[in-house]
């Protein structure tokens, strides 16, 4: 009779008794085993087994396949169909090891409504973690957004044990129910890791002896986790002065040896990060070509940038150095990275060899892969895995408290808003994001911060939801009633508002930085040109006034494509100074658009969400209105006459989107651009 193989976690010496405890509740989720001790292991040299290493990652807290924004069913994602491809990799393999790689706790409504509107008791396990509890997971790291909600939160749903100042680490809470690993985050209280850094599991793996018959052989899996150092940018209100973070590499050296000198045969880095060819640095957000090279990894599963990897894409992402994506391999090292919001399971297969002592990881022979809850038939049609009938009951109370939060009427608006065609110029989401900023700001300084008192307040924003995840992808709020839902479709992100002074300057390096957002355009090119690059739609920052004018030059370099740029109708002053409200992410880790937005800049780092300055803006103003809040552009194409045709993707058949938004160089040329995203080919003139 087959069951489940029981183990135990051995922790770091340094770390609390109460963090080596995480990892008791996960000793029944892993390997799966006949009953019995293990056979004698000196005698089953040569044995081998294989290991199935199976990824979530970047989960955003989207344990239904359920859009909180559209209320309606997306069958797209979602954790309660990863769930079922779990359960039949189980049935699969005969060992396997389940893990999460952070991004778990963040992202929709619902996790919204846990965390600040309705906030869990600490006797009550959050949604997603207890849909997760369901299947039992053998160990997972943090991610960025794990930190959105700060650290006594943090600590709450971690099962307390938190050392760090301003949180008691001697509360004892519900947990994940799994142990969480995290290696390069530091307590500036007590100099160790806010979490243990790694966890040792004792399993029995079910083996094929030389003579082919089955034998049980014992296995210890070092499981070690990374995060990217961006968060101290990010939610540097919640982490300044009580956490420093150190490079993955540097964590890696450190820690792995330790991992096999306790006796570790195996080590699986989870890195909540993903590739970049970039020189290494210790603030590197995605160094998972560098962590790949440290001696003592066996396998690493990533995330953070939601792509695919392996990418079995006629023309891959991540083509870089290093990377094969037919053997699945970051340097040799087996690796995944499973897309995002249960879209995916990765599975690293790796084959192991028994030596009579230990395991030892035969790297040619193993294997990873993507496995889909979406794919297409024979005949060309896409086909969902079926939801686990286990998941959704779990959660139901809080699913349907959450719709009834977001139900909450705050007003009406008489047009579309919508970001479908905001990188052609239609501001209809966007403008109200930015009255809203901009009216906040400014009452607040006009109140406390009197020494800025005479300072133009301008605001600019960005389409957050821009089409990365397909045709589905974007703000979309109908004409109609407007809710919180509505509002949070505005704006996606759980950011807060920052106020920074900058000069005229500043402000065309900025809008040069987010013009990026473009490819360069050929005049003379007679065959099709892509206009949008991959630069992220959330960075197009853009203000939505009639006060600031530009016109994007995309047939020039990047860096010299904003021209004529105005403020009430006169060229801008590069030394006038302005005040911009944006984010704290913006605000704080976007110095690659200006060197004062590395903090430096900041004059108000305000306590409000973006989403709830949103709210509350559309609450005092409830008839919201095109005219008012959806026509007013800031920035346009400057002309220019292409031989061949400009064409960029959005969502399916929406050109009346682009007419109602007075874009007339817009054309519809194919319902299906064949990406396999659910978007249609646009076509843009830029002589018009």
């Known amino acids: ?220 899996i070092g499981v070690i986790g990374f995060t990217t150092p961006g968060i101290m940018n990010w939610d540097k209100r919640y982490l300044e002065g009580k956490v420093y973070t150190e490079g993955a590499v540097e964590s890696a050296n450190k820690y792995v040896p330790e991992l096999r000198a306790k006796g570790a045969d195996i080590v699986v880095a989870l890195l909540h990060g993903g590739l970049d060819s970039a020189a290494y640095s210790a603030t590197m957000e995605n160094p998972g070509l560098y962590l790949s090279k440290v001696a003592g990894i066996d396998a690493m599963v990533m995330g953070h940038q939601h792509g695919v990897f392996p990418d079995t894409a006629a023309t891959p992402s991540f083509n870089l150095a290093g990377v094969d994506h037919k053997a699945g391999t970051i340097n040799g090292v087996p690796a995944v990275m499973a897309s995002s919001w249960g879209k995916a399971l990765g599975v690293v297969q790796l084959a192991l060899q028994w030596d009579g002592s230990k395991w030892v990881v035969n790297k040619s022979a193993s294997k990873s892969e993507l496995r889909n809850i979406q794919n297409k038939n024979a005949a060309g049609a896409t086909v969902t895995v079926d939801a686990d009938p286990a998941i959704a009951p779990l959660i139901e109370t809080q699913h349907q408290a959450a719709i009834k939060y977001v139900k909450t009427p705050i007003g009406q608006t008489d047009f579309r808003m919508s970001t479908l065609f905001a990188d052609v110029g239609d501001p209809g989401a966007i403008q109200i994001v930015n009255q809203a900023q901009q009216a906040y700001v400014a009452a607040y300084i006009k109140a406390s911060l009197p020494q800025y008192a005479q300072l133009p307040v301008l605001s600019v924003s960005a389409p957050f939801k821009s089409g990365f995840q397909g045709g589905a992808d974007y703000t979309d709020v109908a004409v109609g009633p407007l809710a919180i839902n509505n509002a949070a479709d505005l704006y996606l992100y759980p950011n807060t508002v920052y106020a920074v002074k900058v000069n005229g300057g500043d402000i065309k390096n900025w809008l040069e930085a987010a013009a990026k957002r473009f490819n360069q355009i050929d005049p003379a090119k007679t065959t099709e040109q892509q206009l949008i690059s991959t630069f992220p739609g959330y960075n197009f920052d853009m203000f939505t006034t009639a006060d600031m004018q530009y016109e994007i030059d995309v047939t020039q370099p990047v860096g010299s494509r904003i021209k004529n740029l105005t ?106 651009d064949g990406s396999g995203k659910g978007t249609s080919k646009y076509g843009i003139d830029l002589s018009k």
């Open 567 to 672: 403020y009430l109708g006169k060229p801008i002053d590069a030394a006038q100074e302005f005040v911009i409200a944006t984010n704290n992410y913006r605000a704080t880790s976007g110095k690659s658009f200006i060197d004062k937005l590395d903090g430096s800049g900041t004059i108000w780092a305000s306590p409000d969400a973006n989403r709830d300055v949103v709210i509350d803006y559309i609450r005092k103003n409830p008839a919201v209105t095109r005219a008012a809040s959806g026509a007013a552009k800031s920035w346009r194409f400057a002309k220019a006459t292409v031989a061949g045709p400009v064409v960029f993707s959005s969502g399916a058949n929406a050109l009346s989107v682009a007419q109602a938004a007075g874009l007339g160089n817009v054309s519809l040329l194919a319902a299906d």
């Open 1 to 220: 009779m087959s069951e489940r193989t029981l183990g135990f976690l051995i922790s770091p010496s340094h770390v609390s008794r109460r963090m080596a405890a995480w990892g008791m509740v996960a000793l029944a989720a892993s390997l799966a085993a006949c009953g019995g001790s293990s056979d004698n292991a000196s005698s089953n040299a040569g044995a081998t087994a294989t290991l199935a290493v199976l990824e979530t990652t970047d989960l955003h807290f989207n344990v239904r396949s359920y859009d909180y924004f559209k209320l309606a069913e997306d069958k797209s994602y979602g954790f309660e169909r990863t769930a079922t491809l779990v359960r039949a990799a189980r049935k699969e393999f005969a060992n396997t090891l389940l893990v999460d790689n952070g991004d778990t706790i963040q992202g929709t409504a619902l996790a919204d409504y846990e965390a600040t509107i309705s906030p869990i008791p600490c006797t009550q396990q959050l949604s997603m973690y207890k849909a997760m509890g369901a299947l039992g997971f053998d160990a997972g790291t943090l991610g960025n957004h794990e930190f959105n909600y700060g650290l006594p939160f943090l600590n709450q749903v971690l099962g307390g044990g938190l050392d760090v100042d301003g949180v008691d680490p001697s509360k004892k809470c519900a947990g994940a129910g799994y142990p969480a690993v995290l290696a390069n985050v530091y307590s500036n209280k007590t100099k160790k890791p806010l979490v243990q850094p790694y966890t040792l599991l004792e399993r029995t793996l079910v083996a094929k002896g030389t003579d082919g018959k089955e034998v049980k052989l014992p296995i210890k």
